[in-house]
């Protein structure tokens, strides 16, 4: 063959968890890959019903860079749709089950979504709004566990489909997922990562949190949630069992680490709480836990003491946003640093700046910036929402702005001191709610509290505290400002107290503000 003939090989080759998932169904056909409730699937069963919905799909009309949406609580079936989409070369579009039939239209219309994959109960929520979706009518809205005159049903859809082999070639920098940043009002952004930046999530996270082929990850929070993916991805990347829980609850997790011998897990700091405070705790056999990884929402420095009292040296706690930056303290140094989420990830660089964009030394606080390999590619569609979140170093390249308040240390350790949106603004002092939190953490009498910020003529905004009172327990609101503003500073103290039996959070835990706000108003 004439030199001039030959190609040259991808200098950019992408293999993406649709492949590693292929190449474990031939050198672990039958180790149990997904375990729900008493069902146990293989590799083999699930690469070959990955491969049944991408042909499906590719039937369907669905082409390389088409969205497809997923509305589904944590199952094998989610895992082999995500999967299938992919092998296909779609955009995975996974939508939140905790949203109105309105906002989940307005996120599929917005993602430019071509199909859509519900399951049981959903139907109802998308039914009214199902033919204003244009682009979905064309190809179709199929039903995982049930069948309507609208909704074609998942199980006959994907059985018909051949299990030869497909693969699709796919372009490192090519949109692989979108992910919502939330949808409790209005049309959230959705943030777009590339195969690329999925991959070295991949891969920093096997690294960081200690996958060995010999781990079973648990999963207690929905798939859809980008902090899931923290121990999703490395599971199904390296090969091991992946437990699934679509719904969370204490006992069931404790039962599910010692009949699994579960040794890796990412739970939200309610989650953590929930399981301190079972009364069964202390009788339960947990030593296989190697890597208990929390994030979504700070983790109190009295809950992690408790974790690592209990469990050992076994926590991580994760910093970080879906759009891809972040932090990680480990086990080892977090009785040194209890307060500090880390330090920059793998790849990564963390920066103070302040209001003028301008980067500040170690101790002073401003504004979280972040730049690293897994940052997202943009918000999907929103060409100037990208525009404001990007700050540019010196050198040109373009880091994340996270709209966080925090600071870094000598050892560049993080310390997150808040939102930059909820800070309260009072009598021209910064006031950052998570410092007054901390203080009614430790009030005998209160199970949970949020701070935040009400308008006040005098001095422009007060604090104001929303408490949850432990069982059995009736604090009044006079006795709660009494016993907390002695030891607060006198920009800090509490104006009021409001009671309330829960807060709204969204999927890892971290409370609504903003929602809450507008029930004080």
């Not at 649709?18 to 409730?37: G, Q, T, Y």
């Not at 991580?316 to 040194?336: D, Q, W």
């Not at 039996?501 to 835990?509: C, V, Y």
Request: proline fraction near 6%; glycine fraction near 10%; hydrophobic fraction near 40%.
């Amino acid at each position: 063959m004439a030199i001039a003939e030959v190609r040259a090989f991808d200098t950019l080759p992408c293999c993406t968890i649709a492949d590693a998932v292929a190449n474990h169904a031939k050198s672990r056909p039958s180790h149990a890959a997904l375990i729900l409730n008493h069902r146990r699937v293989t590799w083999s069963e699930l690469d070959a019903n990955a491969t049944r919905v991408a042909r499906g799909l590719v039937a369907s009309g669905v082409k390389p860079g088409d969205r497809v949406s997923i509305l589904l609580p944590s199952s094998i079936e989610f895992v082999e749709i995500l999967l299938g989409i992919q092998r296909a070369g779609g955009v995975i579009v996974p939508l939140s089950t905790l949203v109105t039939g309105e906002g989940l239209a307005r996120m599929i219309d917005d993602s430019d979504s071509v199909m859509v994959f519900a399951g049981t109960g959903f139907e109802k929520l998308l039914d009214p709004f199902c033919g204003q979706l244009h682009q979905v009518l064309s190809k179709g809205f199929i039903g995982v566990g049930f069948e309507t005159a609208e909704w074609i049903g998942y199980q006959g859809w994907r059985d018909c489909q051949s299990t030869s082999s497909l693969r699709t070639k796919v372009d490192l920098q090519a949109p692989c997922i979108i992910m919502y940043s939330s949808g409790t009002t209005g049309t959230p952004k959705g943030i777009v990562h590339t195969h690329y930046s999925r991959n070295q999530f991949a891969a920093f996270t096997s690294a960081l949190f200690r996958f060995t082929t010999d781990a079973t990850a648990i999963v207690s929070t929905p798939l859809y949630s980008n902090g899931t993916w923290l121990t999703f991805l490395p599971a199904i990347t390296n090969g091991v069992p992946l437990v699934l829980m679509p719904k969370f609850s204490p006992e069931e997790f404790l039962d599910l680490v010692e009949h699994e011998r579960c040794t890796h897990t990412f739970l939200v700091p309610t989650q953590f709480q929930a399981i301190l405070a079972s009364p069964t705790l202390a009788n339960r056999d947990v030593r296989s836990l190697r890597s208990m990884v929390s994030a979504g929402a700070p983790l109190r420095e009295e809950t992690k003491t408790a974790v690592m009292q209990r469990f050992g040296p076994v926590l991580f706690e994760l910093y970080g946003l879906t759009e891809g930056v972040g932090t990680s303290i480990s086990p080892e140094e977090m009785p040194a640093k209890l307060g500090s989420v880390g330090r920059a990830l793998f790849g990564s660089e963390i920066r103070i700046i302040d209001e003028q964009g301008k980067e500040l030394p170690s101790g002073q606080a401003g504004e979280i910036v972040g730049y690293g390999t897994g940052l997202m590619r943009g918000y999907h569609n929103r060409p100037e929402q990208t525009a404001e979140a990007i700050w540019l170093d010196d050198h040109g390249r373009t880091h994340l702005r996270t709209g966080d308040i925090g600071k870094l240390d000598e050892d560049g350790f993080l310390y997150i001191l808040d939102r930059k949106k909820d800070m309260i603004l009072s009598g021209g002092f910064n006031v950052f709610p998570s410092d007054i939190e901390a203080v009614l953490a430790r009030h005998p009498a209160i199970a949970d509290v949020t701070v935040i910020g009400m308008p006040d003529e005098k001095w422009g905004e007060r604090a104001v505290a929303v408490v949850t009172p432990k069982p059995g327990q009736t604090p009044g609101s006079a006795d709660i400002i009494e016993w907390s503003n002695p030891q607060l500073a006198k920009h800090q103290r509490l104006a009021a107290v409001h009671f309330r039996e829960s807060f709204p959070r969204n999927a890892l835990g971290k409370v609504l503000k903003r929602e809450l706000r507008a029930t004080l108003s």
